[in-house]
């Protein structure tokens, strides 16, 4: 710090003047800051009570006026607050006036040191404005509401009701006792002020706008004569009544579209399954089937395989033979050498006594009927009596060569009806006049190839059967076959011409003028075509 006289004054330079001048007073906040140490042993150690002070207030207005006073004490003290809150950047901070804008942000360090970093980087010796606007920025401070003056609805001799025991709080940051606790312990001395008693058992006295909102709507409350305190607190009841109605229908009406809600979703949900258990039915239906006809597919590349196999065999046959031992059929010479190894084969093979006495196990009917067709060619080449009448008992016809070919020919048909009787039956809906028209055409045939059908595909066939629940009588104009399979007439077609009871008479052929082809037949002889 320099020193001035006056003679030495003309010989002084601007800025070594200049220099002086900022030394001193940086001097003077070094000397202040130094002395809020000193100030707050005072408070901590209540020393002042010593000589005689109450409090610490009484104490700075006692003997700290000439410095300020309690005021002047209380923002060296706030200042030093933010110093130590600020940490190794405190050191920033030169003076009070400089940790004033800073003081709301010593409970919150690191919003603290988030505006002396601020207020740095944009000045590398910051002022108090730069302080101020760094702390607003990290900070910024609430709006106010600017409040208009409004006319009391009660006589100004009424004095303000005053929450007396009430814990307050100092929430202004331009106040020394920013963030401070006290009591008020005493009455308002007018509507803007309250009296707060602080821990130490110092008292303020403190603006309503520099306490918390809670306290200061209240304190600014004011009693009113009783037929108004009556009559307020019947309207505050009414309006409570209407607050819990409003709140019980808005409660009801919730629950209700929330319901109403719930139940579309749970609606549009069953819709969505029944939707998707549709498509999934249709989708299972293709592929039966698809399935069906893989299954046809196979059995007729079966079947090709097999005929393909034996024509090979054939041509292979046809090969090792010369051909002048072929005429149209075959040589007596070929003639002889095929009955004997067949009469070989038949020796080794084929009993049928055996047979008689055990059939076959798997596919029985089968096997016997390829059996008759196999003894019925047999009979055919060696002219052989017994195996023509084995071949016509197996074959259930008459032991001539036209019976048994004319029967070895219908069946010949027997795996071709099968197959086109099992693709209508295979069809998702049929009906009874598309299967009939199908099987019509192996009606000769019918025991057969119904002795081949499952019992679910015959229990199918006979629900759909035009009179399988209406037993129709046979009458003078009903159609009729003969009933029994192996009858000459079982695919001939007559009109019944006559009724004797027991008995009709019919003309087959529709030649009901011709004698020769009416006869007389018991009615349970009889049948319905397509029964």
Not at 21 to 46: G, N, P, S, W
């Amino acid at each position: 710090m320099l020193t001035l006289d006056r003679e030495s004054l003309g010989a002084l330079h601007y800025d070594d003047l200049n220099s002086s001048i900022k030394d001193t007073f940086a001097t003077i906040d070094q000397f202040e800051l130094q002395a809020v140490e000193q100030i707050r042993l005072m408070h901590d150690e209540r020393m002042y009570r010593i000589a005689g002070y109450k409090n610490f207030s009484e104490y700075c207005q006692g003997e700290l006026h000439v410095y300020g006073g309690y005021r002047r004490i209380n923002q060296l003290l706030g200042a030093s607050k933010v110093i130590v809150a600020a940490g190794e950047l405190g050191s920033q901070i030169k003076n009070e006036r400089q940790a004033r804008p800073l003081l709301r942000l010593a409970k919150e360090p690191e919003k603290l040191i988030a505006a002396i970093r601020l207020a740095l980087s944009s000045n590398p010796e910051p002022s108090e404005s730069d302080f101020a606007a760094a702390a607003n920025i990290v900070a910024p401070l609430p709006r106010v509401r600017k409040q208009f003056h409004q006319e009391p609805m009660v006589p100004d001799f009424w004095e303000p009701l005053v929450p007396k025991n009430m814990k307050v709080t100092i929430s202004s940051p331009e106040h020394p006792s920013f963030g401070e606790s006290g009591v008020i312990c005493a009455d308002a001395p007018n509507n803007s002020q309250q009296i707060v008693t602080k821990s130490d058992g110092e008292r303020l006295l403190v603006n309503n706008t520099d306490l918390d909102v809670a306290i200061v709507s209240d304190s600014t409350e004011r009693r009113y004569p009783k037929e108004y305190a009556e009559a307020i607190a019947a309207l505050k009841e009414q309006h409570k009544l209407e607050l819990e109605r409003l709140s019980q229908e808005l409660r009801i009406g919730l629950q209700a579209e929330v319901s109403a809600r719930a139940e579309a979703q749970v609606s549009e949900q069953i819709q969505s399954l029944q939707q998707l258990y549709n498509q999934q039915k249709e989708q299972n239906i293709q592929l039966q089937q698809r399935l069906d006809e893989m299954e046809g597919l196979r059995k007729l590349s079966t079947e090709n395989q097999q005929l393909h196999q034996r024509i090979q065999e054939l041509e292979h046959a046809l090969i090792e033979r010369p051909s002048q031992q072929w005429g149209n059929t075959m040589t007596q010479q070929a003639t002889i050498v095929l009955n004997k190894q067949v009469k070989e084969a038949l020796e080794k093979t084929i009993d049928l006594r055996t047979l008689a006495a055990e059939p076959p196990k798997e596919n029985a009917t089968e096997c016997l009927r390829l059996m008759g067709m196999a003894l019925k060619n047999l009979a055919s080449a060696m002219n052989n009596t017994q195996a023509l009448e084995a071949a016509a008992l197996i074959l259930g016809t008459s032991p001539t060569p036209e019976a048994i070919a004319t029967r070895a020919e219908q069946l010949q048909l027997l795996p071709q009806a099968l197959r086109e009787i099992r693709q209508v039956l295979a069809r998702i809906e049929f009906t009874w006049q598309e299967f009939w028209a199908v099987a019509e055409k192996y009606e000769v045939i019918k025991a057969d190839y119904w002795a081949e059908l499952t019992t679910s595909e015959k229990e199918l066939i006979s629900a759909l059967h035009p009179f399988a629940n209406v037993a129709m009588p046979i009458q003078v104009g009903s159609i009729v076959c003969h009933a029994d399979p192996y009858h000459t007439l079982y695919i001939a077609r007559g009109k019944v011409i006559q009724d004797l009871g027991e008995q009709v008479v019919v003309a087959w052929d529709n030649s009901q003028d011709e004698p020769k082809n009416t006869s007389k037949y018991p009615k349970n002889q009889l049948r319905f075509p397509g029964s």
